[in-house]
């Protein structure tokens, strides 16, 4: 599939890994479409895209709100005529353990809150379903050409003090082969869906992390340090151009293997 003319829409575009894969898919000549709850982050990537001679909109909504994610693909749409590649990158994580215990007792002091608990699967896990069926809809009716690139992580092995960010990344891990399997069945022919699966990434996300947990576990990395976001949107931009790559999950992880660190 080339990227030159196509259209992308891409959830979370505002900052991190949206943000790096907007910024490379313009350069490729594709039009970029930012969707984010962020309007000045918008704001600054869609003008920054401008200024090296790309082409790019905005759409300030919540994944979370059907409507807007509705709004996100006809505005998309209506400014630039079609949809080929789908990014649902917005993603936030709301770290700690299920209950917390005091050291001298051993007695519960406090427990995950349902907010922490619904926020992320909210935005995480219904919102790349919203964005996904959305989509969906306007490419299968449009019959465009097309993939939708997933965020899943290495999480979705089942990371301590993300309960709720693992649910929602193992989950996410699944869709490709759930939708492929669905497209077979409906004849869908002309939609291709791919998950990626980081480990830790240089972004804005990681600053929620507990940092003494993120430098124990980058300690096991053979990279030695955190993968960079443009090394995630190298890693989408082939599974874009390569027409092979179809309902699976790849991880780009630097060689983060959480096997050997419970093997300790
Ligand atoms: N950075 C990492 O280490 C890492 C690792 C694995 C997976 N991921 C996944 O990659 C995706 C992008 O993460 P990132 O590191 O670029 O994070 P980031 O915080 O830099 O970017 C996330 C973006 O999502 C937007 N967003 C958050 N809630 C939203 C909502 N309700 N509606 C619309 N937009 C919303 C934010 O405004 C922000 O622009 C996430 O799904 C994350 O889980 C990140």
């Not at 809150?113 to 299968?140: C, P, Y």
């Not at 990344?169 to 077979?184: S, T």
């Amino acid at each position: 599939m080339e990227i030159q003319n196509s259209v992308a829409l891409i959830t979370g575009g505002a900052s991190g890994i949206g943000e790096i894969c907007a910024k490379a898919l313009a350069r490729r000549g594709a039009r970029v479409s930012i969707c984010d709850i962020a309007p000045e982050g918008i704001e600054r990537v869609v003008r920054e895209i401008r200024e090296t001679g790309g082409s790019a909109m905005g759409v300030c909504g919540d994944v979370v709100r059907e409507a807007d994610q509705a709004r996100f693909v006809a505005e998309t749409l209506q400014a630039f005529g079609k949809l080929n590649i789908v990014i649902p990158s917005a993603g936030i994580i709301r770290d700690g353990t299920v209950v917390t215990t005091d050291r001298e007792t051993g007695k519960v002091v406090r427990k995950m809150s349902l907010e922490d608990w619904q926020r992320v699967i909210d935005v995480n896990l219904t919102g790349t379903f919203l964005t996904v069926r959305e989509a969906l809809e306007a490419m299968v009716n449009g019959g465009w050409e097309g993939i939708l690139c997933l965020l899943s992580s290495i999480n979705k092995e089942g990371q301590v003090g993300q309960i709720n960010y693992s649910a929602t990344k193992a989950a996410i891990a699944l869709m490709p082969k759930i939708l492929v399997g669905e497209f077979v069945i409906r004849r869908i022919r002309n939609v291709r869906v791919v998950a990626i699966a980081p480990g830790y990434v240089n972004t804005p996300i990681l600053q929620g992390m507990n940092q003494e947990a993120l430098a124990a576990i980058l300690k096991d990395v053979p990279l030695g340090r955190l993968v960079e976001p443009h090394e995630i949107a190298a890693c989408i931009l082939h599974c874009i151009e390569n027409d092979a790559i179809n309902a699976t999950t790849i991880e780009v992880t630097g060689g983060l293997v959480y096997a050997r660190s419970r093997a300790k």
